[in-house]
Each structure stands twice: as structure tokens, then as C-alpha cells.
Nanobody, 124 residues
Framework: QVQLAESGGGLVQPGGSLRLSCAASGRLLDINAMGWYRQTPGKQRELVAGISRGGSTNYADSVKGRFTISRDNAKNTAYLQMDSLKPDDTAVYYC??????????????????WGQGTQVTVSS
């Protein structure tokens, strides 16, 4: 069983910073792409930032220049450094990862896993 656990959310004032972490655990063989998504009530979940196994990154236009995604492959962990936070960044943030495991039939398989979400609130 594989799990993703997010941490680091909370309440911060506009202009402040937060760092989110996403740690994968369990019987995993490898982690390919990882990403951060966010969702607010009544809206679809949207991609915030993604990172490949090799470190290539992509960002939503709304966070470019303010957020930085990174990962530590040795620790099976991804991070999202969020600076210059705005009230519009308020959302539940979810971690996502494409993880390879050994299937019950003895073959490798890759599935997409999601964390439980962490609340980020930007307010004065």
C-alpha cells in the first residue's frame, strides 16, 4: 500500500510564505512525476506546479515567480515553497504522484496517487 502525506499548510498573512511537503511511503518502487494541485469550493481542482523525476518543472501562470516546486528523490518527498502569498491562493492543496509498484501478478504497474489535502488560508 502506498500513501502520500502532505504537511505544512496553515494560516498566513498576505505577502507571507509557506512550505508544503509531500512524502510518499509504502511498498513503492519508483516515483515518476509529482505535482501540487489546489481546489476551492465550487471549482475544479487545478494544477499549481509539476516536477518530473529528472527535475523539469512547470507552473500555473498564476503562481509563476512566486511558487517553487522541488523534490528529494532519496526521501520520496516533494516540496512547494510558496512566497508572496495572496488571498486568491487560499485553497486546499493536494499532492499527486505517479508511483510504480509491483502488482499482484508480478508485473510493474504505475498508478496515480493523491494525498488527503492540506488547507492554506491567506488572510489578514
Amino acid at each position: 500500500q502506498v500513501q502520500l502525506a502532505e504537511s505544512g499548510g496553515g494560516l498566513v498573512q498576505p505577502g507571507g510564505s509557506l512550505r508544503l511537503s509531500c512524502a510518499a511511503s509504502g511498498r513503492l518502487l519508483d516515483i515518476n512525476a509529482m505535482g501540487w494541485y489546489r481546489q476551492t469550493p465550487g471549482k475544479q481542482r487545478e494544477l499549481v506546479a509539476g516536477i518530473s523525476r529528472g527535475g523539469s518543472t512547470n507552473y500555473a501562470d498564476s503562481v509563476k515567480g512566486r511558487f517553487t516546486i522541488s523534490r528529494d528523490n532519496a526521501k520520496n518527498t516533494a516540496y512547494l515553497q510558496m512566497d508572496s502569498l495572496k488571498p486568491d491562493d487560499t485553497a486546499v492543496y493536494y499532492c499527486n504522484a505517479d508511483i510504480a509498484t509491483l502488482g499482484s501478478n508480478g508485473f510493474f504497474r504505475t498508478d496515480t496517487y493523491w494525498g488527503q489535502g492540506t488547507q492554506v488560508t491567506v488572510s489578514s
